[in-house]
């Protein structure tokens, strides 16, 4: 007979396979939720944000900045579409007239997807 330890493990267990995964949130602070290509400091790529985009530097250059991205709103930016993407909280976006590759995010924080 199974111990009541055991038990509760399995329904746990069970609980959490059931459950709806959680969409990912961004705080107040991050409202712009982004699937990003690829997530460097904006000094990285200065001369396209500055030169190509027109925006100017930030007074701190390591400031980070997701491109090629998508807006998400939940937990959708994850594997096997987004394999290797990086899934954000952006401050704000940064305007760049003639961009086609998407959004793209600054100040930003977060994790690649894995």
């Known amino acids: ?15 959490c396979l059931l459950a709806p995964r959680a969409a990912a949130q961004c705080p107040a602070s ?4 982004l699937c990003c290509e690829s997530f460097n400091e ?15 530097a930030p007074a701190d250059p390591s400031v980070m900045v997701g491109a090629n991205c998508e807006f998400v709103t939940g ?10 993407f990086f899934d954000l909280c952006c401050v704000s976006l940064l305007p760049c007239p003639g961009n086609t590759d998407g959004a793209i995010g600054f100040n930003c924080s977060g994790h690649q997807v894995e």
């Open 1 to 15: 007979m199974p111990s009541a330890l055991s038990v509760g493990s399995a329904l746990l267990l069970i609980a």
């Open 30 to 33: 991050q409202s712009n939720h």
């Open 42 to 56: 904006f000094s990285d790529n200065a001369m396209v944000w500055e030169e190509v985009c027109g925006n100017p």
């Open 75 to 84: 937990s959708e930016c994850g594997p096997p579409i987004f394999d290797e």
